[in-house]
């Protein structure tokens, strides 16, 4: 049987809607019978012939590895052989050979979104010639930004460790959404819904909040205040200090505003000194670069192995320093560096 009056116009032309799976024989057969008794010919003087009103036809995207190979060398048989079209059906045939390939580097997924994409924009869009006329877009030239963007997606999706499709009937993802990746609205509307349980009601409900205390034992150690100090007994050595157990327990700072650690309260109050203030500690940074390296030694044994003047860097990066790893750049002066000021420009680079 061939096709309905529908596609067999958009095959004519290679316009309009072709999905692959139409060329599924079982489908094909069954398309035709449910065109014959559910509509009669009074259908065929309805205004709005653009529109597809057949048997419904399988989603694209939830075709098996299996399913996807045999409508495609139906689609081949069906342009050569019945349709004549010797040109177009060459291009689809090397075009699959571009899915293949994307198939055994990328996996299956990145290949069906890319067959996806590259025919359904070669039957909506023509091609505008250099002598003005238009031509269907040759879809045997492999694409390398549908592919990037196409892997983009199954990685952003989790599809590519699929070695078959997950959103085809049976699979793991079958009631997904192919085009986000995620499950269906529909499916998370029905989700059952948790029920919070019922809050259990106490006499003291209408009582009103008692007040926050507030932290005890504030005081002085030596001639500084701090919050919160309390002194504990050495009777305490070995267990974590109380101030510092209470102010970790409650958020507050164990260092006094300086950045100074607070010293743990573990001497007894009698043996403190009353006029001992904290400690100011002077924080040491390095002010200069230094190289341990025996320059002397590395300069006889690079000479002795015969690696001088080719590895006179090694050297001069002891004596001054190595660089970062950033070659020099000829951008231009409007990109002063090597890494250029967005993600956009990097493509110069």
Request: proline share 9%; net charge positive.
């Amino acid at each position: 049987m061939g096709f309905t009056p529908y596609f067999d116009k958009n095959i004519r032309t290679l316009k309009g809607p072709i999905p692959l799976t139409i060329f599924n024989k079982a489908w094909k057969d069954r398309a035709i019978i449910y065109h014959m008794e559910k509509h009669p010919k009074s259908d065929e003087a309805s205004l709005d012939r653009s529109r597809y009103t057949g048997l419904p036809y399988p989603s694209e995207w939830a075709q098996s590895f299996s399913d996807w190979t045999q409508n495609h060398q139906g689609f081949y048989s069906t342009l050569k052989v019945e349709y004549k079209f010797n040109k177009f059906a060459k291009w689809l045939q090397m075009h699959k050979a571009n899915c293949d390939a994307l198939i055994a580097e990328d996996g299956f997924l990145v290949a069906l979104r890319y067959d996806i994409q590259v025919r359904t924009n070669a039957f909506a869009h023509r091609v505008v010639l250099a002598d003005g006329s238009t031509s269907l877009a040759n879809i045997s030239v492999f694409r390398p930004k549908i592919a990037h963007s196409c892997y983009a997606t199954a990685r952003k999706n989790g599809e590519l460790e699929f070695t078959d499709n997950p959103y085809a009937e049976g699979g793991a993802r079958a009631h997904w959404d192919p085009t986000t990746g995620a499950p269906k609205q529909s499916d998370r509307r029905t989700a059952p819904q948790k029920t919070p349980a019922p809050a259990q009601s106490t006499s003291t409900a209408n009582l009103p909040a008692k007040p926050i205390k507030a932290p005890r034992g504030g005081g002085y150690k030596g001639s500084n205040f701090i919050e919160n100090y309390k002194p504990v007994q050495s009777s305490f050595q070995g267990s974590k200090p109380a101030f510092e157990s209470r102010a970790i327990d409650k958020g507050l700072p164990t260092s006094d505003p300086t950045g100074n650690s607070l010293e743990r309260a573990t001497t007894p109050p009698e043996e403190m000194s009353l006029s001992r203030p904290l400690q100011d500690h002077v924080s040491s940074w390095p002010s200069k670069v230094k190289c341990k390296m025996n320059i002397e030694e590395w300069s006889l044994a690079l000479s002795s192995a015969g690696l001088l003047p080719e590895f006179e860097d090694v050297l001069l990066g002891f004596k001054k320093g190595f660089h970062q790893g950033i070659p020099q750049h000829t951008l231009g002066p409007t990109i002063p560096f090597f890494t250029p000021p967005n993600h956009t420009s990097a493509w110069h680079a």
